[in-house]
């Protein structure tokens, strides 16, 4: 079946590295996301990788993908309060029409 | 602003009212999208439209109809809601081109409460 899943809550502290972490069973995925929601706010694209990439950087962000796990993550560098938020992971089927499956969000606390 | 425009940001209706939500995107995006998020509930795709044509209706109750008249414009007229209706509504456009997705454009939703 096809089923995206990621832990509901994660808190860490100012400065430090937050791990977002995510697995899913569809191993026809042809793109991997991240979306951010802030509070009274739709999603917003944050980065995305091609299923065929190992890793992806981009700024504070860094994606890794292990394909033969099926297992996904998002590491924040210097976490900020600004962080604070829910953090979606998506994949995308290559089914003729690319259906994307959303996980349920993680959402991430930063104190202070 | 995320270049997708979503009217209006709240709306309070009674199950006896008619409603509409407009979406509207000039991204030259040509793929629109209805979603529903619920609290503690997965994100539920409930229409989807490619160059105007409705490809994907997720057995959604007939209370909700979508309107597509233009590649930038859709809309999800409401009538007879029930209260367990009550969610924010997402639209959300992507640029479909070939083998390459790059992920949705997502407007900020109508927050809807049905009494």
């Known amino acids: 079946g096809e089923d995206v899943e990621q832990s509901l809550f994660l808190s860490v502290r100012e400065g430090d590295s937050s791990v977002i972490n995510c697995t899913y069973t569809?191993?026809?995925?042809?793109?991997l996301y991240w979306y951010k929601q802030e509070p009274g706010a739709g999603l917003q694209l944050l980065t995305y990788?091609?299923?065929?990439?190992d890793m992806k950087q981009d700024q504070r962000l860094t994606v890794l993908l292990n394909k033969k796990d099926k297992h996904l993550s998002l590491r924040i560098a210097d976490t900020q309060t600004g962080d604070s938020a829910i953090y979606f992971c998506a994949e995308s089927l290559n089914t003729g029409g690319f259906k994307t499956i959303f996980g349920a969000g993680t959402r991430l606390f930063v104190k202070a | 602003e995320t270049g997708v425009t979503q009217t209006p940001r709240h709306l309070v209706m009674g199950m006896t009212n008619k409603k509409s939500l407009k979406c509207e995107q000039h991204?030259?995006?040509?793929?629109m999208y209805w979603y529903k998020q619920s609290a503690k509930k997965p994100l539920e795709l409930m229409f989807v439209y490619n160059f105007k044509e409705q490809t994907e209706n997720n057995s959604v109750p007939s209370r909700f109809s979508p309107e597509c008249p233009n590649s930038s414009h859709l809309f999800l007229h409401l009538h007879t809601l029930q209260p367990e209706d009550s969610a924010l509504y997402l639209c959300?456009?992507?640029?479909?081109?070939?083998?390459?997705?790059?992920?949705?454009?997502f407007g900020s939703g109508t927050r809807l409460t049905v009494v």
């Open positions: 990788i091609f299923s065929n990439m």
């Open positions: 569809d191993s026809s995925s042809t793109y």
């Open positions: 991204l030259g995006h040509n793929a």
């Open positions: 959300a456009s992507r640029r479909e081109e070939g083998s390459t997705n790059y992920g949705y454009t």
